[in-house]
């Protein structure tokens, strides 16, 4: 049975989400952030990153970063195209959220990460501020005239949706994005995206 650790309205929601739509029986482990939990000695022998999400595959074996794990799901439970071509967009999305629109938003709320002086956390702030409004306007673009990433439902769509509540937390006038709060309003009619909606308690 595959485990799942996370921390409700990260990026892990994603896995989150697919694993509920794959229909097989799974856990889910909560990493309590508010305790440090992801720095505990028992967490960072599953991910030495001490980041979420973690998956434990059915052997045992740890597999982190959703960079691997959406992949993976996507290819087990059938959330993932089968045209190069297709698989090849996804990938580039996957990689694109994963190592651009999700380090802007630390740079937003994390910028002691990147300079240890606090003068300048401010302007590291603002710099991730602006740059994560224009990553949601280009994620708009992207789903101009589609109902979903691709032709059809697939592990993109979660990873997306994952960025609208941040949007939302970061202030950002998100009904503005048409495409990408059509998305939103298609995703929140999904069991399963019901589902962990409000197991992660989170409001969209």
Not at 48 to 72: C, H
Not at 101 to 123: G, K, L, T
Request: net charge neutral.
């Amino acid at each position: 049975m595959l485990t799942l650790y996370f921390s409700p309205g990260a990026c892990s929601m994603a896995a989150h989400i697919v694993l509920q739509e794959g229909g097989e029986k799974y856990q889910s482990q909560r990493v309590n952030f508010a305790d440090a939990e992801q720095r505990s000695e028992a967490y960072l022998k599953i991910n030495p990153q001490g980041r979420v999400p973690a998956l434990i595959l059915d052997d045992g074996e740890p597999l982190a970063e959703n960079t691997a794990i959406l992949p993976y799901l996507g290819k087990r439970f059938g959330l993932w195209p089968s045209d190069p071509i297709a698989e090849a967009r996804v990938l580039s999305l996957i990689g694109f959220l994963a190592t651009n629109v999700h380090p802007s938003v630390a740079h937003m709320w994390r910028p002691e990460r990147y300079a240890a002086d606090p003068a300048v956390h401010p302007q590291i702030s603002e710099r991730g501020r602006e740059t994560f409004d224009g990553y949601l306007q280009q994620i708009d673009s992207k789903l101009e005239g589609r109902d979903w990433f691709l032709d059809q439902y697939s592990v993109a769509d979660p990873y997306l949706l994952v960025f609208y509540p941040w949007g939302l937390r970061r202030g950002y006038p998100m009904q503005e994005l048409r495409h990408f709060t059509a998305l939103k309003d298609r995703m929140l009619k999904r069991p399963a995206v019901q589902h962990i909606l409000e197991k992660e308690k989170i409001n969209i």
